[in-house]
């Protein structure tokens, strides 16, 4: 009877777990349509829930996004920029053919109207520069990729944050690198039917100093700029950004480049 018992018990335990694994395959492909863009192969992960309504993961030749259909923006986009394919983007003239994502429903994308004489620049998540060839350029100008930003913010803070990523590609090898827009406030502000976010930031991944750190800054032209860890930036924005890392990994700091704006920051 007992034997009869532990058998019953026993197989029991190995449908479970044949359930468990099957269940954590989904999820898994779930996950990331196109991990290749993330550490670990894990994206960021949702804890704030009302960032989730309406959201579809987008993936494209060397970037991938999450967007969503309340803000009509990213919630991030991820990269893997390796210094062979900065080598690459570097000889090609930029194409500036912004367009609407052709994956997304109308009520919930972007239009080119929405941002006409609107005052904001269409900001680049993935920057332009990053793009290797033709086809992932065009990619990057899709308005999926984009959020109303400062006109000085974008020219004078985020174009030197981002040279200085590439400069820091080139030298490490390769980097993971985040990049989001933060929706802080109760007066958030619209250009046309697209949420302009209040905050911007970079994450970079080292994974040769096996450390990050994150750049973020409101969106104007004379903001500071703040270097903060991770693990800081996740309570922010409500996003766990690095999900494959420890808490400990999150607190520990990445050297980055001192970025001067158009005013002195820190």
């Keep these: 009877m007992f034997r009869h018992t532990l058998r019953r018990l026993a197989s029991g335990l190995a449908a479970a777990g044949m359930l468990v694994a099957a269940s954590l395959a989904a999820a898994g492909a779930q996950a990331a349509s196109c991990p290749v863009h993330y550490l670990d192969g894990r994206p960021p992960e949702i804890r704030n829930q009302k960032l989730n309504a309406a959201t579809r993961e987008l993936c494209y030749g060397v970037f991938g996004i999450v967007h969503s259909g309340v803000t009509r923006t990213p919630l991030w986009s991820a990269e893997y920029l390796r210094a062979d394919n900065l080598d690459r983007a570097k000889g090609l003239d930029r194409d500036d053919k912004f367009h609407p994502e052709g994956r997304l429903p109308r009520g919930q994308r972007a239009e080119l109207s929405d941002y006409a004489r609107s005052g904001f620049d269409r900001g680049h998540l993935a920057p332009n520069a990053d793009m290797p060839d033709r086809r992932t350029q065009r990619e990057s ?34 980097l993971y690198v985040i990049t989001g827009p933060a929706f802080l406030g109760a007066n958030l502000k619209k250009v046309g039917n697209v949420i302009v976010p209040s905050h911007m930031y970079k994450v970079v991944y ?10 973020f800054t409101e969106n104007r032209g004379d903001a500071p700029i703040n270097v903060i860890p991770v693990a800081e930036l996740e309570r922010i924005v409500g996003i766990e950004l690095l999900p494959s890392l420890s808490q400990q990994q999150k607190e520990r700091m990445l050297r980055l480049p001192k970025i001067k704006g158009r005013k002195n920051r820190s």
């Design 141 to 174: 100008f899709s308005l999926a990729n984009m959020v109303p930003q400062d006109r000085d913010h974008n020219r004078h803070i985020w174009a030197p944050i981002e040279g200085a990523v590439r400069t820091m590609a080139k030298k490490e090898g390769s």
């Design 206 to 215: 080292s994974p040769r100093q096996k450390a990050a750190a994150a750049w």
